[in-house]
């Protein structure tokens, strides 16, 4: 199960990512926002940032204007490692080396095309499990207790 957050900025390629994900069989729950209506990415953040940490789902998928904004505030939440990538490089890294469990991107910055290379990318690239990998992602956890 995926976390799907987005704010007004994010809202219309969020659309194009929830039908890229039906038609890839993959189920989602979607937090928000519903519209193109001015709203607070914050709020959407964190409601998706909870269920990927509650364990309610695996991975989450944020899109605001930027990114930036909502990768921040996702990052908030203890246990959320929410990685802004705008190329397949970064999606596949930050899965094999970071465990990211949050995957944030800007519809301003990228067009569609692209941005559902980086959500398949992000999706099927498993974390390495090397033992120096491990160790950097609980240190993340452990060194900043928020
Ligand atoms: C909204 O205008 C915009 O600020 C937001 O989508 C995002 O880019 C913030 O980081």
């Known amino acids: 199960m995926i976390a799907l957050g987005c704010d007004h900025g994010g809202y219309g390629l969020m659309q194009e990512v929830k039908k890229h994900l039906e038609e890839r069989g993959i189920e989602y729950k ?8 001015p709203v607070d990415y914050p709020v959407y953040a964190k409601k998706a940032a909870h269920a990927v940490a509650d364990g309610e ?4 998928i944020l899109i605001c204007g930027t990114g930036i904004g909502i990768s ?9 490692r929410a990685a802004l990538c705008h190329d397949c490089f970064s999606a596949a890294a930050t899965k094999e080396h970071n465990n990211a469990n949050m995957l944030a991107m800007g519809a301003r910055v990228i067009g ?5 290379k980086i959500v398949d990318t992000f999706l099927d690239t498993p974390f390495s499990n090397d033992e120096r990998h491990v160790r950097r992602v609980d240190m993340i956890e ?3 207790d928020m």
């Open 142 to 144: 452990k060194t900043f």
């Open 72 to 80: 921040i505030a996702a990052n908030k939440v203890k246990g959320i």
């Open 57 to 60: 789902c695996e991975l989450g």
């Open 30 to 37: 979607d937090y928000g926002c519903y519209s193109e209506e």
């Open 112 to 116: 569609p095309g692209l941005a559902l």
